[in-house]
């Protein structure tokens, strides 16, 4: 009544993804007739959703990963390429899935929090990407995330991004500052003249 949409799931069998597609569809029809301010609710609680979807997903890539089900097709493969050819993805996002995958197993408050929907797939991989990039980083990224879990609910991807990289600069001083003299040392202007 009223507009309300009560949806029971029957727990006897499996939940499946069509259960979720039903929801979300429903949800999707009830979108037009909201307040701003339930928009607002509502936006708030899909971004946590979006974030336990995310992990799911990261779940299924590890078990794709441990399975070894991509060497059923091609025994040359790798997971990697599974990935790419099975799921379109390109080279970048599969080597992405498969990080968050190895993380979620190495580092149990990463993956509770996106499980708990406290932290998005972009701000675990930003976090990911930058704690492990080198072995210093990796030898003490163990000791930080629980911070990181901590200060990425309460920060935007860019400002994460800044604390990230100062993170970085105390423990790993020498690679930020050997990539910034690189960087200054492969200054060159070239110019070529075309035609007239």
Known sequence: KGG??????????????????LIVD????????????????QLARVTASAAKLSAYR??????IQSSQVWRDTDPNATPASFLRQEHVVDQREAKADLRAAESFGRFPDLERACRDGLL????MDLIVSIGLRTREREAVFGEFVALFVDIAQRLTLSQLRRS?????DQVDPVTLAGD?????????????????
Do not use: N, Y
Not at 4 to 21: G, N, Y
Not at 29 to 39: F, M, N, P
Not at 58 to 63: D, E, I
Not at 164 to 168: L, S
């Open 26 to 41: 429903a949800l999707l029809d009830q979108a037009q007739h909201l307040s701003g301010a339930d928009a607002s609710t």
């Open 120 to 123: 998005s797939r972009e701000k």
């Open 164 to 168: 990230m990289d100062m993170w970085a």
């Open 58 to 63: 990261v779940s299924l890539v590890a078990k």
């Open 4 to 21: 309300c949409f009560v949806v029971t799931i029957q727990m006897l069998s499996p939940v499946t993804l069509d259960d979720v597609d």
């Open 180 to 196: 910034d003299h690189d960087a200054h040392q492969r200054r060159e202007l070239h110019l070529h003249h075309l035609g007239d």
